[in-house]
């Protein structure tokens, strides 16, 4: 479902973010992408509890933007408490996870 370079207006990426959320909550949770260019994807990841995330650490940075639900981010040694609109920073190499949740919906921007 990724979008192309020239295909990424507002109306197109809201349309794509909020089709992949509602995609993956039906699923049960899991990652898609919405957006590719050189140098940038952007996802949608939604975790369902009780599943747990099993991401690894990434070789780029990430940053995470709640869309719907609340939780925690572990990252290496801190812990810091999720609600919706918040904007989370994930340094490249870095151990993290989300836990705490129950539903939650995020997007995902990193330097593909």
């Known amino acids: 479902m990724g979008q192309q370079p020239g295909d990424l207006s507002q109306d197109a990426l809201a349309t794509a973010v909020d089709a992949a959320r509602r995609a993956l909550i039906e699923r049960g949770g899991g ?5 590719t260019s050189p140098g940038l994807e952007i996802g949608v990841y939604v975790l369902v509890a009780p599943e747990p995330d099993r991401q690894q650490p990434h070789d780029e940075d990430e940053v995470y933007v ?8 572990e990252v290496e040694d801190t812990a810091t408490p999720l609600g919706e609109g918040m904007a ?3 340094p490249a190499g870095a151990e993290h996870r989300f836990t705490a949740y129950e539903n939650l919906s995020l997007l995902v921007v990193f330097n593909g």
């Open 66 to 73: 709640v869309l719907e639900g609340s939780g925690v981010l």
């Open 31 to 35: 990652y898609e992408v919405v957006h």
């Open 88 to 90: 989370l920073f994930v």
